[in-house]
Nanobody
Framework: VQLVESGGGLVPAGGSLTLSCEAS????????IGWFRQTPEKERVGVAA????????LYSKSVKDRFTISSDNAKNVVYLHMNALKPEDTAVYFC?????????????????WGQGAQVAVSS
């Protein structure tokens, strides 16, 4: 299993950024793909997750209505579209994969991780 993130960077507050997670090594439609984020001061927390077989998505309260998760099942890619970014969104964002959508609630429940992508939002 391999998850490769791309699209991180520096953006001003109020701006937008899209992260991509390209998955390989497993049957894409059997898995839930999600995004977690982590700062040096805090534990890794779930942001959004999508059940790729039907598009059902979950979001944390902190990003709901600002972030949108989507998947391109033909390309085995999941996207995290981030709008109205705030300085507190600054973190390393990790792509995650598991068969259970509940993995968004606890990083310990995640089976597979990407290497992470830095997102920095300036004030």
């Amino acid at each position: 299993v391999q998850l490769v993130e791309s699209g991180g960077g520096l953006v001003p507050a109020g701006g937008s950024l899209t992260l991509s997670c390209e998955a390989s090594g497993f049957r894409f439609g059997d898995y839930v793909i999600g995004w977690f984020r982590q700062t040096p001061e805090k534990e890794r927390v779930g942001v959004a997750a999508i059940r790729t077989r039907d598009g059902n998505a979950l979001y944390s309260k902190s990003v709901k209505d600002r972030f949108t998760i989507s998947s391109d099942n033909a390309k085995n890619v999941v996207y995290l579209h981030m709008n109205a970014l705030k300085p507190e969104d600054t973190a390393v964002y990790f792509c995650a994969a598991d068969r259970d959508q509940n993995m968004i609630y606890n990083a310990n429940w995640v089976s597979h991780w990407g290497q992470g992508a830095q997102v920095a939002v300036s004030s």
